[in-house]
């Protein structure tokens, strides 16, 4: 496995686009999304005010969502949760109070896995976007989950 870093975070019509699911969420239509998109509701670590923001589930089991920060700890959702993690979530219709926990590296392994056992071609797109280059060995990607961010969204 070979890793380049985390792509930049999207500017200009970049950044629209990645933002235009949360007003999805916003008109109600969040189910459009299915059950592989959440909408997480934060609050600012610095401006304490709400943000939001929508991500891909790595895994799901229950009420408990595990999310990965794919633009690396620069992302600045992945930084307010880890601030303040109590937050509020959205699948689909179903809203949902969590905390936020960040994952230690043999349960992010174990998360990604599950990921590439389930959506493989999604799993190759999203090693790709994230800058790392790998065989599709369930070794490479025990690598890439060392080198991710991922928090575990636990209800409360």
């Known amino acids: 496995m070979e890793a380049s870093g985390p792509p930049a975070r999207p500017t200009g019509w970049r950044r ?14 969040g189910w459009l999304m299915g059950s592989r998109f959440v909408l997480i509701e934060h609050i600012g670590r610095k401006t304490g005010l709400v943000r939001r923001t929508v991500v891909e589930v790595v895994d799901r089991d229950g009420a408990t969502v595990t ?9 600045d959702w992945y930084r307010n949760l880890l601030a303040r993690p109590d937050a509020t979530i959205q699948l689909g219709r179903r809203r949902l109070a969590v905390h ?27 090693a790709k976007f994230m800058g790392f280059r790998v ?10 989950a060392e080198h991710l961010h991922m928090l575990r969204l636990e209800a409360r």
Do not use: C, N, Q, W
Not at 68 to 75: C, W
């Open 135 to 144: 065989d599709g060995s369930e070794s490479d990607y025990r690598e890439m």
């Open 67 to 75: 999310v990965a920060a794919g633009f690396g700890t620069r992302s």
């Open 16 to 29: 629209l686009l990645y933002r235009a699911p949360i007003h999805l969420y916003r008109l109600g239509l």
């Open 100 to 126: 936020a926990v960040d994952l230690p590296p043999g349960d992010r392994a174990k998360a990604l896995l599950h990921y590439v056992h389930k959506h493989p071609r999604a799993a190759r797109g999203l």
